[in-house]
């Protein structure tokens, strides 16, 4: 079945770059739908933070954008985030998933999730 | 974007119903049928309850149904169970060619 995997540091430095990546397996990235990312800070509510197809077209949260890359890597068939300029607020449960863009834009299938604290 | 409006919590006995309620506007909610419904468990990453206003996912139970009227989405859970205890999402495309979620309702179930 298809799975989702984030990996990535679960602690970095305020001012630092947060990078993850979601390795997905049991389906070709390449195949279609949008690939995204969303976090959780402890104890509060899902903010979504972007998508990007295998294309390489990506869509942001305006309140993210500047600080905000994703990328796409079909050959590994998996996908990453930075977030750049991190302070303790970027602390959160970080989520990647599939997202169904043919007639809706849902996300019908999620990674487990890893916790990133920023921290010194 | 602004969070969508969810109440904080809402709360039912075992064989009753309960709605929650999603709010927000006519560039998200309101101007797509494309809201969708996430459940969540302690510790555990979001689960599609429905999607696209009022469709369930294979192997969701129909005791989960989702209306939309004008600018608010609801979800019903029809005879609560102590395991629909849990936080619920609601999501929306935005005009934008975005996503935006409500902030979150925590269903106890007395």
């Known amino acids: 079945q298809v799975q989702l995997q984030e990996s990535g540091p679960g602690l970095v430095k305020p001012s630092e770059t947060l990078s993850l990546t979601c390795i997905v397996s049991?389906?070709?990235?390449?195949?279609?739908?949008?690939w995204g990312w969303i976090r959780q800070p402890p104890g509060k509510g899902l903010e979504w933070i972007g998508i990007i197809y295998h294309s390489g077209i990506t869509y942001f949260n305006p309140s993210l954008k500047s600080r905000v890359a994703i990328s796409v890597d079909t050959s590994k068939n998996q996908f990453s985030l930075k977030l750049g300029s991190v302070t303790a607020a970027d602390t959160a449960m970080y989520y990647c998933?599939?997202?169904?863009?043919?007639?809706?834009?849902?996300?019908?299938?999620w990674g487990r999730g890893t916790l990133v604290t920023v921290s010194s | 974007q602004s969070a969508l409006t969810q109440p904080a919590s809402v709360s039912g006995s075992p064989g009753q119903s309960i709605t929650i309620s999603c709010t927000g506007t006519s560039s998200d909610v309101g101007g797509y049928n494309y809201v969708s419904w996430y459940q969540q468990h302690p510790g555990k990453a979001p689960k599609l309850m429905i999607y696209n206003v009022s469709n369930r996912p294979s192997g969701v139970s129909n005791r989960f149904s989702g209306s939309k009227s004008g600018n608010t989405a609801s979800l019903t859970i029809s005879g609560l169970q102590a395991e629909d205890e849990a936080d619920y999402y609601c999501s929306s495309y935005t005009s934008s060619n975005t996503l935006v979620f409500g902030g979150g309702t925590k269903l106890t179930v007395l």
């Open positions: 049991g389906f070709s990235i390449s195949s279609g739908y949008y």
């Open positions: 998933a599939r997202l169904y863009d043919s007639g809706g834009w849902f996300f019908d299938l």
